[in-house]
């Protein structure tokens, strides 16, 4: 399994480094089975701009299950019900500072860039 530490360091262990909390150092550890059960997400929405109090984002994460119209007929019977929109099942739900979305997204560019043979700062 590959692991991660958001915003500490690029890992490949379960144990983290070494990191100060306030005056403190403290080694950050993920438990066994963290991603036992981890819910499928398929659509992403990031609300807020950063800049007004307290300067953070909502990110979301949810899912859309695909709708059960096997023919045409039923296709557009279905649209004509719902009126061309389906709802997210909310699957997260999280609030993080401007200074953590960022250390997410240096994060994912990593692990994205490792993975094509391309790392980011």
């Keep these: 399994m590959f ?4 915003a500490m360091t690029e890992s490949a ?3 983290g ?7 403190m150092q403290f080694e ?8 036992s059960g981890a819910p499928v ?3 992403f929405a990031i ?13 979301l994460m949810g899912q859309v299950p695909p709708p059960p119209w096997f023919t045409e007929a039923e296709r557009e019977r279905g649209r004509a ?3 061309g929109r389906l709802t997210v ?28 043979g391309q790392a980011h700062d």
Aim: aromatic share 8%; no cysteine.
């Design 17 to 23: 480094p070494i990191t100060p909390v306030g005056h």
């Design 41 to 43: 997400v398929s659509n």
């Design 89 to 116: 099942e909310v699957r997260s739900a999280v609030y993080m500072t401007r200074q953590r979305v960022e250390e997410l997204y240096v994060l994912l560019a990593n692990t994205l860039g490792q993975r094509s």
């Design 47 to 59: 609300l807020g701009d950063g800049n007004d109090p307290p300067g953070g984002f909502y990110l």
């Design 28 to 35: 950050l550890t993920w438990p066994d089975g963290a991603t």
């Design 3 to 6: 692991w991660h530490h958001v």
């Design 13 to 15: 262990e379960p144990r």
């Design 81 to 83: 019900h719902i009126n």
